[in-house]
C-alpha cells in the first residue's frame, strides 16, 4: 500500500503518540486493524458537515468490490471503543454497503491534536472548494493556535498560497457561496477581493457569473477600477456584455430545455450561448425543443 505523503506536523503527531491510556490490547495501538464500525463513534472536531449522497453510494458499490483500499483512522478511547479521526466518509459508504467491519489505523490523540488531524485530513482532500479549505486553515490558525509560517509547514504550503486562501473569507456571503456551488473559481474570488467599493465588488461579481466571464476578463476590470476609482462604470467592464437584465430570460430558456444554460461575453455587444447537454438522447429532446 503506497504509503500517504503528510505534513510534518501531521507526521509528527503519528509518530509521537502516547501509550494505551487503556492499558489493555497496547500491541493494537499504532497498527492496522479489523474493527467493528459499532464501536467507533463520530469525530466531535469533523470539519466536514455536508456528504453528497450520490457520491457515498458510488463509494458504497465501490466498496462492495474492492473493500476499504485506504483504511480511516481512529483513536482508542476505552476498551472496544473507539473515535474518528478521519474517514468519515469511507466509514458511511461501509455502513451503507453493509460491512459491520472496517480497517483502521489505531493510535491515541488529545483533543487538539484530533482537531489538527481532522482538519489537515480534511485540507488534503481533492474535491474540497477554496471556502471549505480556507475555512478548516482559519481553525488551524484560530483553534489550535497556529501561526500562519506554522500552518504552512502542517500543510505543506506557501505563506502566501494560505493567506490568498484566507483572503477569501473577507468577501460577502453571496461571492462565498457562489465559489462553494463552483459557479466562479478561485481566481475570480482573488480578483474580487482586490475591491474595495462593496457595490462595485457585487456588481462585477454579477457580471461574473451571469456573463460567464474568465478570469482574465475578471482581473482586467478590477485592474482598471483601481486605476480609476472614482469612475461608476469601468471601461475594461463595458467592453463585456452585461447579461444581468437578462438572467429571468435565461432562467426561462432553462426551463424550456430542461437544461442548464449560459450566456457568455466576449466584447462589446457580442457573446454567445451555451446549452449543455448530458447524453445523445438529452440532445436529441433539446434538438426537437428548439425546432
Known sequence: MTKKVLGRGLSALLENADTDITGVEHKALHSIADIEISQIVANAFQPRTEFDQEALEELCESIKVHGIIQPITVRKIGYEQYELISGERRTRASILAGKNKIPAYIRLADDQQMLEMALIEN????????????????????????????????????????NNYLRLLRLPDEIQLSIKNGEIMMGHARALVNVENPERQSAIFRSAVTSS???????????????????????????????????????????????????????NDNGTIIISFSSKEQLEDIISKLS
Open 123 to 162: 485540507i488534503q482532500r481533492e474535491n474540497l472548494n477554496a471556502i471549505e479549505i480556507a475555512l478548516s486553515y482559519k481553525r488551524l490558525l484560530d483553534e489550535c493556535g497556529l501561526k500562519q509560517e506554522e500552518l504552512g509547514e502542517r500543510v505543506g504550503k506557501k505563506r502566501t498560497t494560505v
Open 213 to 267: 466571464l474568465s478570469v482574465r476578463q475578471v482581473e482586467e476590470i478590477v485592474r482598471n477600477e483601481k486605476e480609476n476609482p472614482e469612475g461608476t462604470h469601468s471601461k475594461a467592464a463595458a467592453k463585456y456584455f452585461d447579461f444581468t437584465e437578462y438572467i429571468n430570460h435565461k432562467k426561462e430558456i432553462e426551463k424550456r430545455l430542461d437544461t442548464d444554460v449560459r450566456f457568455k461575453s466576449r466584447s
